[in-house]
């Protein structure tokens, strides 16, 4: 960035940099959602963490509560910030918080045509998007071995 790179209001969403996809991974009772996709085609049938692009002017926890509100039909509290940050296509970064669930029980309602809950042990027993991986391992982290 430079010095006279404005900070807000202008390029693709957010003035400066890549367009933030926020996304979760929720924990609740030792196991973490994975969400299936149903669109577009080329993503179609793959499992991610749920979430959503970042809004023009909007906090990226903030959208991660409404991503998972919209998309899930839930109310959840963002955690801490998985460290790292991975690209998707040009222009878009992926960024992963941990977050519970505060009340709901997680539904497909958009975006999505099934949801899992998985042990530690079964996270490897869905095809997770290859930029969800890296977040994938570190949340499994957070969950016991048992
Ligand atoms: N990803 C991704 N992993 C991941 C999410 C939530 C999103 O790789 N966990 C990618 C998929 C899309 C882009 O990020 O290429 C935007 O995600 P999307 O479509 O879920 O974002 P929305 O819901 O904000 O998009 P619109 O429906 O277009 O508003």
Do not use: C, F
Not at 113 to 127: F, K, M
């Amino acid at each position: 960035m430079t010095d006279s790179t404005p900070h807000h209001g202008t390029g693709p969403g957010h003035g400066t940099g890549a367009v933030v996809v926020v996304a979760a991974a929720l924990l609740d009772g030792g196991r973490l959602l994975a969400a299936r996709r149903s669109a577009p085609e080329e993503l179609a049938g793959r499992w991610e963490l749920p979430g959503g692009k970042v809004e023009p002017g909007e906090r990226p926890e903030d959208a991660l509560v409404r991503e998972l509100r919209e998309e899930l039909g839930v109310e959840a509290e963002p955690g801490e910030r998985i460290p790292g940050e991975w690209p998707l296509k040009p222009g878009y970064v992926l960024k992963v918080w941990t977050a519970r669930l505060l009340s709901g029980e997680p539904r497909p309602l958009e975006d999505h045509d099934a949801l899992r809950w998985l042990a530690r042990h079964e996270l490897d027993t869905v095809d997770w998007l290859d930029q969800d991986r890296p977040a994938v391992a570190e949340a499994a982290r957070r969950l016991p071995v048992a």
